[in-house]
Structures are given as C-alpha cells and as structure tokens.
C-alpha cells in the first residue's frame, strides 16, 4: 500500500538547537514529496517540495529537506531552530501517475522552547 | 497568498440539517480540493475536481457531494450533516503539469454537527 508517515506525534526542541521532523513514505515509483507547515487557525502553507535532482531540497523560512531513496525517507531539518517555529508540520507525497492529490501525514506538532 | 476564499468560516447545525461550504479562487487554477482535518487522522481528501463539472472522490467521500459549474468556484454539501462530520474543512488548489505543482490552501470552515 502506497503512505506516508510521520513517526513522531510531538517533537520538542531548545531555541538555536538543529531541529528534524521525521518523514517516511512507502510507494510505487517515484514520489514527489512535500512539506506544509500549519499555524494556529490557519491553512497549511507550502514550505518544499522534491521533484527530482538534488536530494538535499531548500525551502521557506531556512528549512530544508533530505530525500534518501534507500531509507524512503523525506525529513525536515533547520539549522537553529527558532521559537517562531513552533507549528504543526505535515508532509505529503503525491504519485507520478493517477489523480492529482496529495496524501497527507497525521502531523507533528514541533514546540520550539525559548 | 493564493487568492482562497472558504465561506463559512465556521458553522454549528444540527444533525440531519444539510450545509454547503463555499471554495471560491481567483487563481483561475484548474484543479479545486477539499479535505477534511481530524486530530490523529492529518488532512484526508473528500473529493477533488479537475475541470468545470469535473470531479471525483477521494478516500473519505461518503455522506458527501461537490459541484464545480464555474472555475472560480467548488461547493462541498453535506446532503444531511451526521456529528461525524464535525471537522476542519480545507479548500486547495492547484495548477499543477505532471502532478509536480503545490496545493495552495484555504484558511479552513470549522463545521460542528450537534
């Protein structure tokens, strides 16, 4: 079955420190991969995506994302981690072929501590 | 930001009344979403469309109907509201070729079912 998961419900980290948000997906072929960031009583906003090239993928607001083909994974990093970060984070996958949607993740709740 | 306007942005109804949330764009983009916010369940796709009068169901579609007669504008009803259906309604859009492009989305209608 084609997924994405998102292993960790809640991640925590100290203002300044790296952070990284876990993605993983589980697919057929090749997936374009995405990260959306969520704030309180907001949308989602687009933050990256991985297409194709390069697997290291540089975004909004100075995140980036590591695609690794072998460990089927897309995680979000930052350099240092700022208290303005703190969202909800979702990443989504979508497929080369068939409808043109995005399949979502259940979320990580990042909590940036000043 | 993308031009999304979701109305409303919240309602409370009463069980077996039925609603209509409104998606209107100004992108003139092609492709019109709705996905539905759940904690623990990320953002699943109800239904999307591809084109005026063009549409088709996404993984949680049941109890739900759509309709796109103009570009501008994609409706979501629910013929006859169940409190299951209590939930954060996304509208999104997309321009995507080759199922490469970003979903732009709205700022969500909160709906309570009572």
């Known amino acids: 079955a084609q997924s994405v998961a998102q292993p960790e419900d809640q991640v925590n980290v100290a203002e300044g420190n790296p952070l990284t948000v876990k993605c993983t997906y589980s697919?057929?072929?090749?997936?374009?991969l995405f990260w959306y960031v969520q704030y309180p009583n907001r949308g989602l906003q687009f933050l990256l995506k991985y297409i194709t090239g390069d697997n290291l993928v540089k975004g909004s607001y100075g995140f980036e994302a590591e695609f690794n083909k072998s460990q089927t994974s897309f995680h979000l990093k930052k350099p240092s981690a700022l208290v303005s970060d703190s969202a909800l984070y979702f990443c989504a996958v979508r497929f080369q072929t068939g409808a043109n949607n995005l399949f979502f993740g259940t979320g990580t709740r990042l909590t940036v501590i000043p | 930001d993308a031009g999304i306007t979701q109305s409303p942005r919240h309602k409370v109804t009463e069980t077996g009344t039925p609603v209509t949330l409104r998606c209107h764009q100004t992108?003139?983009?092609?492709?019109m979403y709705w996905y539905r916010q759940d904690p623990g369940h990320g953002l699943r796709l109800i239904h999307y469309s591809y084109g005026v009068k063009d549409t088709d169901k996404g993984e949680v579609s049941d109890g739900y109907s759509v309709s796109r007669s103009k570009t501008e504008d994609f409706l979501l009803t629910l013929e006859s509201a169940t409190s299951s259906q209590t939930s954060v309604y996304f509208c999104?859009?997309?321009?995507?070729?080759?199922?490469?492009?970003?979903?732009?989305f709205g700022e969500g209608s909160r709906l309570t079912v009572l």
């Open positions: 999104a859009i997309s321009n995507a070729i080759a199922n490469t492009g970003e979903l732009f």
């Open positions: 992108e003139n983009h092609r492709y």
């Open positions: 697919v057929s072929g090749n997936p374009y």
